[in-house]
C-alpha cells in the first residue's frame, strides 16, 4: 500500500550536478526521519544524508559540502540536490521513510509503529 518512489538520477560528468527526488504515497499516518543512502557492489549500504520532520540536516563527511537535503512534509516528499559530483558518488541511491502508516481495521483506522521504508533506488553515474 505504501511506497517510495525515487527520481533524478542518470549519468553526469565529473563536477556536475543532480537532483534527486522522492515521494511517498498511500495511506500514512505521519513521517519522521526521511533520508538517502547509496550503494554500490560489494558494499554496504551507507548513509548520505538524512533530515528530520523539522528540517534538520545531517550529511555524511563524504558529501558534505557538496549535496543538500530538503523536503516538503505537504507533499511526503524529500529531495536530495548533489553539486560537484565525483566518480566515488556513482552507485545506486535509495530513499528511506521512517514512516506510520494507516491499518484499517473492522473498529476503525490505527496508525501503525514507525517503520523503515525504502524506494527501489535510481542509479547514479558519475563518469567522464
Known amino acids: 500500500q505504501v511506497q517510495l518512489v525515487e527520481s533524478g538520477g542518470g549519468l553526469v560528468q565529473p563536477g556536475g550536478s543532480l537532483r534527486l527526488s522522492c515521494a511517498a504515497s498511500g495511506s500514512i499516518f505521519g513521517i519522521n526521519i526521511m533520508g538517502w543512502y547509496r550503494q554500490t557492489p560489494g558494499k554496504q549500504r551507507e548513509l548520505v544524508a538524512t533530515?528530520?520532520?523539522?528540517?534538520?540536516?545531517n550529511y555524511a563527511d563524504s558529501v558534505k559540502g557538496r549535496f543538500t537535503i530538503s523536503r516538503d512534509n505537504a507533499k511526503n516528499a524529500v529531495y536530495l540536490q548533489m553539486n560537484s559530483l565525483k566518480p566515488e558518488d556513482t552507485a545506486v541511491y535509495y530513499c528511506?521513510?521512517?514512516?506510520?502508516?494507516?491499518?484499517?481495521?473492522?473498529?476503525?483506522?490505527?496508525?501503525?509503529?514507525?517503520?523503515?521504508?525504502w524506494g527501489q533506488g535510481t542509479q547514479v553515474t558519475v563518469s567522464s
Open positions: 533530515i528530520t520532520a523539522g528540517g534538520i540536516a
Open positions: 528511506n521513510a521512517d514512516l506510520s502508516a494507516w491499518a484499517h481495521t473492522g473498529w476503525g483506522p490505527t496508525a501503525l509503529p514507525y517503520y523503515p521504508y
